[in-house]
């Protein structure tokens, strides 16, 4: 969740959606399921690469922090969880999925975050197959938490791996020892986790490619049923940043970073892994990450919890980025939300594409403009898109054409 939040219209008060929002064919059907993001804001230090939205202790002290308290976030975040039954009313769709991330949500007791998950069972119900995600860093969590969180009804959990070489950790400001994360794996799936990923990081400076080989066959080697693997992007205004301007660590290039997916798309495709989305990788569909797939399909979900962002039926909007005024809003028994927008029948075609199209699935061609046609013909043409699909009507990006997705994308939308 990035730090930065748009501009954007007012949130009424109470929250209240346009009539429209509510009733967005087909909003209420089983079609377009409804998930839950619910953003924890702690960490314990920060990372020199991180821009999202988290705060260590030390940051909140003396800036409200006792509504910001991690003592009584659970009870803070079921409050907007409870706002929300009453913002969708008689919507009733219970939620397929619940997304527990942060920050470092398990800096908090299991119990807490069983809790927060709690408060979405009473208030919306959980679907028979609803997904159940935390994620969790793997110097925060044991044997009992995981055995406690599976039995509070999580069935699907998510380990900030990043890398198993010490050097990168180091760079990355990573706290954990090689080797901890696969030991979650094996904790986790002996408390009963169906799902388990790993997330990894590439690119990071001084990473070889033989650092990155080591981390994926170290990952695999675990047995995890999913991996994400994302290129290390540097943002302004990190620790990360500003010691590569000062020359102490060297920047990656975009070779580099090419030459790396590369790698990933080849050991993780050998070891049974596929591709469905750009930077995620599954062993069967079962493993795929329902709650990103809410995202990448426009579905609707709600987002609980300081910056946290949520969509439902062409609404967006975005809640106060400071937990002490995220919880002095709720605690006034007003919204938290800071700003929304109402997007347009064009905004939407024009998502759909932008991430439809990094999807194994693809994007309709129907979604394309003449302009966007012409250009989906000379992405064929140069072996950017997959040739069957095509002729059935979608555009699915080829390894290639993954490589260069921003823009493949930026051509398909005018």
Same mark, same amino acid.
Request: contains cysteine; negative net charge.
């Given at each position: ?7 954007? #219209? ?20 089983? !079609? ?9 804001? %702690? ?15 030390? =940051? ?52 807490? $975050? ?20 935390? =994620? ?32 990168? $950790? ?70 990360? *940043? ?18 790396? %997916?590369?790698?990933?798309? !080849? ?8 591709? %469905? ?17 809410? %995202? ?7 987002? &609980?919890?300081?910056? &946290? ?31 929304? #927008?109402?997007? *347009?029948? #064009? ?7 932008? $991430? =439809? ?16 046609? *012409?250009?989906?013909?000379? *992405? ?5 898109? !997959? ?9 699915? $990006? ?17």
């Amino acid at each position: 969740m990035p730090s930065a939040l748009p501009d954007g #219209e007012p949130v009424p008060d109470d929250g209240s959606l346009p009539v429209r929002a509510l009733y967005d064919p087909p909003a209420a059907g089983p !079609e377009r399921p409804l998930g839950f993001y619910l953003h924890v804001p %702690y960490c314990a230090t920060r990372c020199g690469y991180c821009d999202f939205n988290t705060y260590t202790a030390t =940051e909140l002290r003396g800036s409200g922090g006792v509504l910001a308290s991690r003592d009584n976030y659970a009870a803070t975040l079921t409050d907007e969880i409870r706002l929300a039954r009453k913002v969708l009313g008689d919507d009733p769709r219970p939620a397929r999925t619940v997304f527990v991330g942060g920050g470092t949500p398990t800096l908090l007791p299991a119990a807490d $975050l069983v809790q927060m998950l709690d408060a979405v069972r009473s208030e919306f119900g959980l679907a028979d197959d609803a997904e159940i995600t935390t =994620e969790a860093n793997p110097d925060s969590v044991d044997a009992a938490y995981l055995s406690e969180l599976r039995e509070g009804g999580f069935n699907r959990i998510s380990f900030g791996m990043q890398s198993a070489e010490q050097h990168v $950790l180091k760079i990355l400001d990573r706290t954990h020892t090689p080797g901890r994360p696969e030991a979650c794996v094996g904790e986790a799936r002996a408390a009963g986790f169906d799902h388990i990923n790993l997330d990894l990081i590439y690119g990071t400076p001084g990473e070889s490619d033989d650092d990155w080989r080591a981390t994926l066959d170290a990952a695999i080697g675990a047995g995890p049923d999913h991996v994400s693997a994302y290129a290390l992007i540097v943002e302004e205004g990190t620790q990360l *940043a500003r010691r590569i301007r000062r020359g102490e660590v060297p920047m990656t290039d975009d070779d580099e970073h090419a030459d790396r %997916y590369l790698i990933a798309e !080849e050991t993780l495709s050998k070891a049974g892994f596929s591709w %469905y989305e750009v930077s995620n990788w599954a062993t069967t569909d079962a493993g795929r990450c329902l709650h990103n797939e809410l %995202y990448w399909r426009g579905a609707d979900w709600w987002g &609980a919890g300081p910056g &946290a962002h949520s969509h439902v039926g062409g609404v967006r909007w975005w809640n106060a980025k400071h937990p002490g005024a995220y919880a002095a809003a709720l605690a006034a028994g007003n919204s938290p939300g800071a700003g929304r #927008e109402i997007l *347009a029948e #064009e905004d939407r075609r024009v998502e759909r594409i932008l $991430l =439809e199209l990094r999807l194994s699935d693809g994007c309709p061609l129907s979604l394309l403009h003449p302009a966007g046609l *012409a250009a989906a013909d000379r *992405a064929l043409a140069d072996g950017l898109l !997959e040739r069957g699909p095509y002729e059935r009507g979608c555009a699915v $990006l080829t390894l290639r054409g993954r490589l260069l997705a921003d823009a493949v994308v930026r051509d398909l939308v005018d």
